[in-house]
């Protein structure tokens, strides 16, 4: 098993960018793909539930109470970052839609797979994954009050705190007593221990199942949103550049080892866009625009992950 996860793990981008020539695939060839939207959020709750089995649970108590790495953590995501998105926000179209969608990613810190590419990039995943409920919680109520901020108060209130709510449920408080509740039984008996064992081969997959349903469901609205896909497309690039230098900055600041930091920077640069589509697609006159710049921004991300898990590793390393 353990050889089949570090299988997975290390070509786990490879993999997810199978998963979207698939989904594509399917999308261009099959009408009505757009209908598995329902999808997303089960599929979603899986692959927090297996990231979190990841790591002891009896670690995150300990994790958490590591106030410099959640401070520079916190200051970094909603504070530098929401000033770096500022200032790339005037790369946009002054489409509000296209505006709104931007920020919709680049303000919220993302709470699954960068448990696991900060671990192949040699930072601290624990402290990470500890940090998750705070990291949602913190943005549900900071993004309307960053889009009335950015936008004006028209674009504050199509958020509402209701899916963010939904989102915190489902996708994080179940799956974690649901990955808790495994560990106790894996530590009280061999065949829990078995079960748990398989089930740690599943991150990769897991993800590469919610990527092609997110790419399956908003593939058929590409085409008619072309020109908004290579609007956006300058702006996520130069986010993926700045922002683990910001994590990091901020990380060395605080005086945090370099796993500690390169959590930060991790945390910075990777945003979370398979998340928030949900919320996304629950504001009216979504379609075709939002989740499309959405989905642009996972993409570049995925590319720029290829990148952070060779670079990050030389940071403070001497």
């Known amino acids: ?12 981008i ?39 089995l990841q790591v002891p649970m009896a670690q995150l108590r ?18 530098l970052i929401p000033g770096l998105a500022a200032v790339l ?19 919220t810190p993302c709470i699954d797979y960068v448990v696991t590419f900060a671990h192949l990039g040699r930072a601290d995943a624990r402290l990470l994954l500890a940090a998750t409920p705070s990291l949602l919680i913190v943005q549900m109520l900071l993004l309307p009050a960053y889009l009335r901020l950015f936008l004006g108060g028209d674009a504050a209130s199509l958020v509402e705190p209701g899916p963010f709510v939904h989102a915190f449920v ?12 495994t560990q106790y039984w894996a530590n009280k008996c061999d065949r829990g221990k078995r ?22 469901t908003v593939m058929p609205q590409l085409e ?8 956006v497309l300058p702006i996520y690039v130069a986010f993926a550049a700045c922002a683990p230098a910001i994590g990091w900055l901020a990380g060395r600041c605080f005086k945090l080892d370099a796993c500690a930091a390169r959590a930060v920077a991790f945390s910075s640069g990777t945003r979370n866009s398979l998340v928030v589509l949900p919320l996304a697609l629950a504001v009216p006159g979504a379609m075709p625009i939002l989740p499309v710049v959405i989905v642009t921004q996972t993409l570049v991300e995925l590319l720029s992950q290829l990148v952070y898990v ?3 590793p030389r940071l403070g390393r001497d």
């Open 195 to 216: 079960v748990a064992t398989g089930l740690g081969v599943l991150p990769v997959p897991a993800t590469a199942l919610v990527l092609f349903i997110v790419i399956a």
């Open 89 to 107: 926000l005037q790369m946009a179209p002054h489409d509000p839609m296209i505006r709104l969608g931007v920020l919709f990613v680049l303000l």
């Open 1 to 12: 098993m353990g050889q089949t996860r570090d299988f997975l793990e290390h070509r786990q």
């Open 224 to 231: 008619s949103a072309f020109d908004t896909v290579l609007a």
């Open 14 to 52: 490879a993999i997810y960018f199978c998963a979207i020539i698939a989904a594509a695939a399917l999308a261009w060839s099959v009408p009505g793909t757009n209908r598995l939207d329902p999808f997303i959020n089960p599929a979603l709750a899986l692959m927090l539930y297996v990231t979190f």
């Open 170 to 181: 489902w996708l994080i408080a179940l799956p974690l007593i649901f990955a808790a509740l």
């Open 310 to 312: 060779r670079v990050m």
């Open 62 to 79: 300990q994790a958490l109470g590591n106030m410099r790495f959640l401070s520079a953590l916190l200051i970094a995501n909603f504070i």
